[in-house]
């Protein structure tokens, strides 16, 4: 989108705000630098659990996060209240890229003038799941002082929301975009599903931090059209008593249930849906998924111009962060011709040839 947001990367150099460069103390000398960076390597098996309700119009997805929301959440030093919302990103956004049936990532962006400007999260087919929310502290801190528990509409502010389904480098990216409506996200999603996408949809979503760290969850219905797989005896208003009901039940989940380690997610939907029947489909995994390299990023500074990456410098090092897992990547300005050929002067050991 905006040409400050490439693939979630930032320039500290410009957005340190006054902030000296500590990170610098803490540095990786070029040579130790890998180019796949030292990130938790977490996977939950029994992360995602696709469901249907046999014989009437409803599928689901039940999403939780364990141990890995935590891995996720705490590489960044937000607020509690902004941690919340970004677990609660996480799990959308797992529970909508688990729909995915080609290779593929989905990913869900908030932008909005409150204070969370940015919220975002995005997961690939396969399960690999990251994101992070940018928040402006000043802002919060005010906000925070009027409304201790603020709703996710009070966070992010007016604005839009952008699903977006991505297939790959030369395939088609599908992208819907709405403003921001409703007071929790998981309001806001279900605007985007009844007015961008015409689906009859219900959105639980949870994140808290317990004694094992934080957790996130979703349960996601999806009223399916009246074909195949639906007991023929039911007529179109018994399908929709049967949708009413689904979702009934699905409000009856409580964040405790949704966020319990010890309860297992098809015990959990056996007591939710058990009643009228429930079928439990296969695990899928989802796992830490953070897709930096500093191959990647390196092609990314190759891109600008030599007065560019002057600019980006400081004392002879370019340092970018990757906004989903925060790892610093510092490269050499010497190390980087840019656009306009060998590295300009400046670098420690005078390069330019
Ligand atoms: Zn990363």
């Not at 320039?11 to 103390?25: I, L, N």
């Not at 998981?186 to 949809?201: P, R, V």
């Not at 997610?265 to 009643?275: A, C, N, V």
Request: charged content about 25%.
């Amino acid at each position: 989108m905006g040409e400050r947001s490439i693939a979630g990367f930032a320039r500290k150099v410009h957005s340190g705000e006054g902030r000296p460069y500590v990170e610098r103390m803490t540095a990786t000398p070029a040579f130790l630098d890998s180019n796949r960076p030292d990130v938790p390597d977490i996977v939950v098996p029994r992360a995602v659990l696709p469901f249907h309700l046999p014989g009437r119009p409803v599928r689901g997805r039940l999403i939780r996060l364990g141990p890995l929301a935590d891995a996720l959440l705490t590489r960044h030093d937000n607020h509690p209240t902004v941690t919340g919302l970004s677990g609660q990103a996480l799990a959308l956004a797992a529970a909508l890229a688990s729909a995915l049936k080609f290779r593929g990532s989905f990913s869900l962006q908030a932008k909005g003038d409150g204070p969370v400007p940015m919220l975002l999260a995005d997961c690939t087919e396969a399960g690999a799941l990251r994101g992070y929310a940018r928040a402006n502290a000043e802002r919060l801190t005010t906000l925070l002082a009027v409304e201790p528990e603020p709703p996710a509409a009070a966070l992010l502010g007016g604005g839009y929301l952008a699903f977006t389904v991505d297939q790959g480098d030369d395939k088609e990216r599908h992208q819907g975009i709405v403003a921001i409506e409703g007071e929790s996200l998981a309001d806001m999603a279900l605007h985007y599903f009844e007015t961008s996408e015409q689906l009859q949809c219900s959105v639980r979503l949870a994140c808290w931090r317990g004694e094992h760290g934080w957790r996130a969850g979703a349960l996601i219905l999806e009223r399916i059209a009246g074909e195949g797989g639906i007991d023929p005896e039911l007529d179109a208003a018994a399908q929709d008593e049967s949708w009413r009901n689904a979702n009934a039940l699905a409000q009856t989940l409580t964040d405790a249930e949704l966020l319990d380690d010890g309860l297992a997610s098809e015990d959990l939907l056996y007591r939710l849906f058990g009643l009228e029947g429930v079928a439990a489909q296969r695990y899928r995994a989802l796992a830490y998924g953070c897709r930096c390299s500093r191959q990647r990023l390196s092609n990314i500074l190759e891109g600008f111009s030599g007065d560019d990456l002057d600019h980006m410098s400081v004392d002879g090092d370019i340092i970018m962060t990757c906004e989903f897992c925060n790892l610093d990547f510092r490269f050499d300005r010497s190390e980087v011709r840019g656009q306009d050929g060998p590295a300009a002067s400046g670098s420690a050991d005078g390069a330019s040839a």
